[in-house]
């Protein structure tokens, strides 16, 4: 387990932390290895040079018949820093599967892990039997099985794969890759990068503490703890403890000075996509170049306008495409500008071949965050406020406590208990999101198909038609969106926060008379968040 821990746990084991010197710690492959004592560097450098043959730059494959094995390999996010990560095909993140708009593709999973997996395609509007949601699409694939996903790969862009069986657990360990569809008629670039971003503890002993359970008591904790039994934090939210948690940051599978740069000649058009696998939002800064937004989760913004200085925010589960003239030769960062803790390990070195200048990175001073419902150039989307919709649905995203453990809840109910939007293929459909959260973000998710956002707190998206499947919500926020049931089935619509799904904060859309093509097998412990 790598980054969900129900607030209690989180809060002991911070307290834990501070009251014990490193040669209290147990010393495991998938902790910071800075921290092991001169016995166990033999070890370690045993480890690493076995993780060297396991942890290449990702592959990017193509064509259109592919074999993804879930397996456990050894991460190096850095030369002392070692996880044990769950993969596909044995990198973090797994292979990019590039494949061509129009295209059938075949891929088949093996899994070689001790649990059973899927592959959910993160955006990407495939048939309902291909979505890999377990219990809802079909039954996970057992340890020493396969499964094997064919869908043809219709709407070009930039998207995501990753296990939904278990995914805050899964997921959190490494399991996933990414995909991209390219277009029949592409617009050229001269480099074309994919950063594939998340977090990680520096010591995953806090996630074992808790695998027993989640009670609030203080006293249920380890002994080590017995101190600090009296103090009282329990006001901190989620919000505010995950970011404390979580404080090494990825790109690639790689932070801080291991990340690998970004090689460009002046002159070059430059594409960067942006993925965040992670359960943080990353504001992330291109510094020295004006940029424009060029799509967001795969599709395209209209007449995007350059901009220079302006924060790009990518919540969990988002995608964002940028482009640049490489124009401003040196060495750049592309990095986190935020207060987090671990912001300071993601920066991606942007360096221009053959230039010796030193780097420049971002400066501390507040920057503004883009605000992509006002971005690009306004135009007649596919839906609009005006039209007349077949069903309607409101979503109340809210955070509660139930029987001393945290919970997410929309419309004061949790999964499996929160009503479906019930819908009849050919319905357009209008929803309403609002984050009644204190202070929590919720960036919601609907599998199989697209929705365009209509309005931000009552008002109308005054930028280019906005499609996106992923739709960050901050506390207090209110969307509505509109999209048509056309992909017939039951999906998922969920926060990709995927400990707040863990927790309850997942619905479903389904179809009048649709009927699955599977049966459930009750020996798989299918877990669809």
Known sequence: MKKWIPLPAILTATLVLAACSNSNQTKMPGHDMSKMDSASTAEHENLKQMSASLDPPFEVLTGNTFTLTAKESMLMLDDNTMKTAWTYNGTVPGPQLRVKQGETIKVVLNNELPEPVTIHWHGLPVPNNMDGIPGITQNAVKPKESFTYEFKVDVPGTYWYHSHQNGVNQVDKGLYGSIVVEPKDAEPVDKD???????????????????AGS??????????????????????????????MYTIFSANGKTGSAIQPLIVKKGEKVRIRLINAGYLSHKMHLPGHSFTIVSTDGQPIHNPPETQDQLLNIAPGERYDVEFVANHPGKW??????????AKSLAIPIVYEG?????????SMDLPVVDITKYGEAAKGTFSLDDQYDVTYSMDLNTDMSHGDMTFTINGKTYPDTPPLDVREGDLVKVKMVNRSPEDIHPMHLHGHFFQVLSKDGQPISGSPLVKDTLNILPG???????????????????HDLGHAAKGMMSEV??????????????VNNMPE
């Open 193 to 211: 990068f994919t950063l594939v971003l998340d977090e990680w503890m520096e010591d995953d002993s806090m996630a074992e503490m808790h695998s």
């Open 215 to 244: 009670s609030h008591s203080a006293h249920s904790q380890s002994k080590d703890s017995s101190e600090h039994a009296n103090m009282d934090m329990s006001g901190m939210s989620d919000a505010e403890m995950m970011p404390l």
């Open 333 to 342: 960062l592309l990095d986190e500008h935020s207060t987090n803790p671990g």
């Open 355 to 363: 230039e010796e200048h030193a780097s420049v990175k971002s400066e």
């Open 477 to 495: 926020e209110e969307y509505v969106v509109a999209f048509k049931a056309d992909n017939p089935g039951n999906w998922m619509f969920h926060c």
């Open 510 to 523: 389904k179809y009048d008379g649709f009927k699955p093509d599977f049966t459930i097998d009750p020996t």
